[in-house]
């Protein structure tokens, strides 16, 4: 199972970024797919999942500015970030899992499989 991201770097606030996430090594239309990102010091967050069917999650917080979208073709997992705020700095990754991604909270979610990770950074 291997997942690589990219499309990150460094954005103005209120401008946007796609981040990519490419995978090999795994049914990928069959697993649950989603995206977490991290601050050093601060708990890892996830901001959006998307299972076989296409079906998406976000946290509440993230008020609609991210999309997250797949190209089952491309064996190829998006993220679409719009309105990008300095707070939205962290390093994103790209993650699946077999199944429904285990925690209870878009704090505690564990899934499986992770990527390397890409570094997003917005400045005011």
């Known amino acids: 199972v291997q997942l690589v991201e990219s499309g990150g770097g460094s954005v103005q606030a209120g401008g946007s970024l796609t981040l990519s996430c490419r995978v090999s090594g795994f049914s990928f239309s069959r697993y649950f797919m989603g995206w977490l990102r991290q601050v050093p010091g601060q708990e890892r967050e996830g901001i959006a999942t998307?299972?076989?069917?296409?079906?998406?999650g976000y946290p509440d917080s993230l008020q609609g500015r991210f999309t997250t979208s797949k190209d089952n073709a491309k064996n190829t997992l998006y993220l679409r970030m719009d309105n990008l705020k300095p707070e939205d700095t962290a390093m994103y990754y790209c993650a699946a899992d077999e199944g429904p991604w285990n925690g209870s909270s878009w704090l505690t979610l564990q899934p499986g499989y992770w990527g390397p990770g890409t570094q997003v950074t917005v400045s005011p």
């Open positions: 998307i299972d076989p069917a296409g079906i998406t």
